[in-house]
């Protein structure tokens, strides 16, 4: 019963974001269209590389197009899902959070669905596109449990970077200002995370595996789907199990998000 | 000329208040030069086959392309577009100055300040700790500063157009949004141009967006000879010329269709 009601309001709340941003059609269509073609121009640069290179330490372009289309596809997701986190900053500032806590509904919920960015689709598009391209060129016998895995690795992907935006704004009860260098690493992930791991230097590799859990979500689960052992040994079971580690991932930013909110308080403006 | 100057100072001494920011965005540059780099490395370690730029060369040219990024013309100028919105643009209108020598101040102001906070710090660190090389040689390095004064009035007359487009509203803002990418891919930012394939080379050297940054980066790690830098001078100086009078035949049409609503 709960579940429906927050879908229904859900809905609605997004459902009047979207008729907002239809207001300006043109100016929607040619946003849309930016995001796109930033997003094809850069892909266009690592075909160059591939052209020229012809592999990446054995990893073919199909392969790394595979890694590109799971991460991108999984970080638009969550950057227009969860966006409304990034305008945290600006209601705790002008005491306006006071409002969504007055509200019979969890603040979280309240402010992920302050706004679904539609001009996101542009690179939603790309990621998917450059991801089917990919299923359909690398060389891999395809099973049930594959594809769910894929299925999981982009979803433990919507987890951890929606974590990442959740935590950013939290951060923001005890700085009232956004924090760009939680945005560099979201954003520097997103990079780092369109190309196999292993290529990067141990220091690197081990960040992101264990500080920040983008490897689980998006290198282990495409080594299994691609049958590939892994060249720093880590245990099969790790790749099949590492899009749930997202969905823990989150879980626990949400309880840091709980206690930001407990250490409001208001600017009183 | 004494009025110009007295803008971009004031604007530059605004522009250095924000050193947080700065900071920030020191942090990023490095974070994704470093990843770019090691990337490069990679794919100079799967070839043997001879490339157009050694990887040396690449990472200089990288941590090049990150000091400068915020001399690139990507963004425009957040106060000139809430002039145009709330009408305050008729002000400017009145100011006993040439608007579009005015407004090129103002991208004079913006494309200095910023890099030149960032590029030092970023400087000292790539080359301690991160491979950065200096200059090829003396010569290179007179080169380049020469090629990035050129650089500059490229970039800013670019970031003037910008500023002019949002005067059309509407097809101005898909403008802003076209613009940066090209400006991203064709600069070499994304990736050095000696890179992309071939058969694109000839055009993309031709391009105005070269002389942003790929051509003063090649001057530096001497992929490109010193005496060759009169080439790109003309480069330079030939799109700056070209761009410079296309914003003010935009700009004077844009004044002509611009009705300003009370305020």
Not at chain 1, 58 to 76: C, D, H, K, Q, R
Not at chain 2, 158 to 174: C, D, K, Q, V
Request: charged share 15%; proline share 5%; with cysteine.
């Amino acid at each position: 019963m709960r579940m429906i009601d927050y879908l229904n309001l859900y809905f609605r709340y997004i459902g009047i974001s979207v008729r907002a941003q239809m207001q300006y059609k043109a100016s929607f269509i040619m946003a849309t269209f930016g995001n796109l073609l930033m997003s094809a121009v850069e892909f266009f640069a690592i075909w160059a590389l591939f052209d020229r290179f012809g592999t990446i330490r054995g990893w073919t372009l199909p392969e790394v197009a595979m890694f590109y289309g799971i991460v991108n596809t999984a970080f638009s997701i969550s950057e227009a899902g969860v966006r409304g986190f990034d305008m945290l900053p600006n209601l705790v500032k002008s005491g306006e959070f006071d409002r969504i806590l007055l509200r019979p509904r969890s603040a979280a919920f309240q402010v992920a669905s302050l706004e679904l960015q539609l001009l996101r689709i542009g690179k939603f598009v790309q990621g998917i596109v450059v991801l089917a391209w990919a299923l359909s060129a690398v060389d891999v016998a395809w099973t049930l449990p594959k594809a769910l895995l894929l299925v999981g690795a982009i979803g433990g992907g919507v987890c951890i970077f929606s974590g990442f935006f959740i935590l950013e704004a939290t951060l923001s009860f005890w700085t009232t200002e956004t924090l760009e260098i939680v945005n560099a690493i979201t954003y520097g992930g997103v990079e780092t995370a369109q190309y196999p791991l292993v290529i990067y230097r141990d220091w690197f590799r081990r960040f992101f595996t264990y500080v920040i859990p983008l490897a689980l979500v998006n290198y282990f689960p495409a080594l299994a789907i691609l049958n590939r052992p892994d060249p720093l040994g880590t245990p099969e079971i790790i790749k099949w199990a590492s899009p749930l580690l997202g969905l823990i991932f989150l879980m626990v930013t949400l309880q840091i998000w709980k206690i930001g909110v407990r250490h409001y308080t208001s600017t009183g403006s | 000329m004494k009025a110009y100057f007295a803008i971009i100072s004031a604007r530059f001494r605004m522009l250095l208040q924000y050193r947080a920011a700065a900071i920030a965005g020191f942090g990023t540059q490095l974070f994704w030069g470093f990843v770019k780099v090691m990337i490069y490395e990679a794919f100079y370690r799967s070839t043997t086959t001879p490339q157009p730029m050694e990887l040396s060369q690449v990472i200089t040219y990288t941590w090049l392309a990150q000091a400068f990024f915020t001399l690139m013309p990507f963004r425009i100028d957040a106060e000139i577009r809430r002039m145009i919105r709330e009408g305050n643009v008729a002000y400017e209108l009145l100011k006993p100055v040439d608007l579009y020598n005015l407004w090129y101040s103002r991208a004079v102001a913006n494309c200095t300040a910023t890099p030149l906070l960032r590029s030092i710090p970023l400087f000292i660190v790539a080359m301690l700790w991160l491979g950065m090389q200096p200059p090829d040689s003396i010569a290179s390095g007179f080169a380049w500063a020469a090629s990035m004064v050129g650089a500059i009035s490229l970039a800013c007359a670019i970031s003037t157009i910008l500023m002019i487009a949002i005067l059309w509203t509407i097809s101005g803002e898909g403008f802003m949004r076209i613009v940066p990418a090209m400006v991203f891919v064709f600069s070499g930012n994304i990736l050095p141009l000696p890179l992309f394939p071939d058969w694109a080379q000839t055009t993309l050297q031709l391009l105005p967006f070269a002389g942003l940054s790929d051509l003063p980066n090649r001057l530096y790690v001497g992929n490109i000879p010193p005496e060759h830098v009169i080439f790109v001078l003309a480069h330079q100086l030939i799109w700056t010329l070209i761009l410079v009078a296309f914003g003010r035949w935009l700009l004077k049409r844009g004044t002509r269709i611009m009705v300003v609503q009370g305020g």
